[in-house]
């Protein structure tokens, strides 16, 4: 086919003649019944009313991505502060001893013996005994990224795994 | 008994709108104003009536099935005109027809099948002699149309017969504006010299 993008249009030209034989074309009609025979071949649904965001979510099962989403966040976070605190221990003990000692540890002290008098339950003790020194910092952040990373890979593998996305109606 | 609704006074855009709701009313009043226009678009594509009808058919029902899809800022007569005339192009590049007769398609051969194939105009107003002239004229131009290629002759129906714009022709044959206007003169000037023996 020729293409005529790249020259000037050609503008319809007057000619009443054919104009008077043009203008003698009528519409033609399809036999009786054609609606009929068109109607038994569609399918008459409404469309489905906009959904709420919620309900939308939950439908698309992305519920678990977001939740995993913000639980990874979390979990990436208290990681990246665990290694952070790793990497500068020293720094990080003596600001936190130098703290302890000058506030915290009276307050502490005041507050273990309260709780000594009052209870004599495992996580006053187990406080106490970080606080002794008995149990090191370092087990206890250690545990909590032992529990961060589980979390974190299943939020990983829930965003990067590929959406289920709607099959396009194809007509007939 | 429930309500007919009117849709006399709404545009295509209220009664896709409607028809999107789920009433079977609004559907019907869509193949009501379209059923003539897209089945003459066809039938003077393809020139064969069992032909044009099976088309015309296709293409309401995949319209129809695909109301979800349209958009509302598009025309609706420019959609469904343009996948009635992709139908019939696409039926054109599988099949190659020869040539047109009034009397009925190029393949018929008995009574019954030029009967079931030959052109029938949809009823007009007219005194009998406006109609015999109207139907003598309308015989040498549908011959003369039939003659056209595909491009040409869509474009002379849309804008002759369904009174498009050259904008909405465009839109629908998906040209660009100027090819239409290109399109149209040649398609006239071929017209003229297939009539002229019989132009006074």
């Known amino acids: 086919m020729t293409d005529h993008r790249n020259t000037p249009p050609l503008e319809p030209d007057l000619d009443p003649v054919l104009d008077r034989y043009l203008a003698s074309l009528g519409r033609y009609a399809p036999r009786p019944g054609f609606a009929d025979r068109v109607m038994a071949r569609v399918r008459v649904t409404p469309a489905p009313a906009a959904p709420l965001p919620g309900a939308r979510l939950a439908r698309r099962r992305r519920w678990p991505v977001l939740v995993g989403?913000?639980?990874?966040?979390?979990?990436?976070s208290s990681t990246a502060l665990t290694v952070w605190a790793a990497g500068h221990f020293e720094t990080l003990s003596a600001w936190l001893a130098a703290t302890l000692t000058a506030v915290g540890l009276p307050a502490w002290h005041r507050l273990l013996d309260w709780l000594a008098a009052?209870?004599?339950?495992?996580?006053?003790?187990?406080?106490?005994?970080?606080?002794?020194?008995?149990?090191?910092?370092?087990?206890?952040?250690l545990l909590a990224a032992s529990l961060a990373t589980p979390v974190s890979a299943v939020a990983l593998w829930q965003i990067a795994r590929t959406p289920v996305r709607?099959?396009?109606y194809?007509?007939? | 008994m429930p309500l007919i609704p009117d849709f006399s006074s709404a545009s295509d855009q209220d009664v896709v709108e409607q028809a999107r709701a789920g009433s079977e009313p609004a559907y019907r009043e869509l193949i009501r104003r379209y059923e003539r226009p897209v089945f003459s678009l066809i039938y003077r594509m393809v020139r064969d009536r069992e032909l044009a009808e099976d088309l015309a058919q296709e293409t309401f029902v995949k319209v129809l099935n695909a109301l979800a899809s349209y958009r509302p800022e598009f025309k609706f007569s420019s959609w469904i005109f343009k996948i009635a005339n992709n139908a019939a192009i696409d039926h054109l590049r599988r099949r190659q027809l020869e040539t047109l007769s009034v009397d009925g398609a190029p393949h018929a051969t008995t009574a019954d099948q030029m009967e079931s194939s030959s052109l029938e105009l949809a009823d007009r107003a007219e005194s009998p002699l406006q109609e015999l002239e109207a139907r003598e004229l309308g015989s040498l131009i549908e011959q003369a149309i039939s003659r056209l290629r595909p491009e040409?002759?869509?474009?002379?129906?849309?804008?002759?017969v369904?009174?498009?714009?050259?904008?909405e022709i465009a839109e629908i044959l998906d040209l660009p504006l100027g090819t239409v206007k290109t399109y149209l003169h040649r398609a006239r000037a071929e017209l003229k010299a297939m009539l002229g023996p019989w132009r006074e």
């Open chain 1, 69 to 76: 989403a913000l639980s990874g966040t979390a979990a990436a």
């Open chain 1, 118 to 141: 009052q209870s004599a339950g495992v996580g006053a003790a187990v406080l106490s005994d970080v606080l002794a020194g008995r149990i090191p910092a370092m087990a206890i952040w």
């Open chain 1, 166 to 168: 709607m099959r396009k």
């Open chain 1, 170 to 172: 194809a007509a007939r």
């Open chain 2, 152 to 160: 040409y002759r869509a474009c002379i129906i849309l804008r002759h």
């Open chain 2, 162 to 167: 369904e009174d498009r714009s050259y904008e």
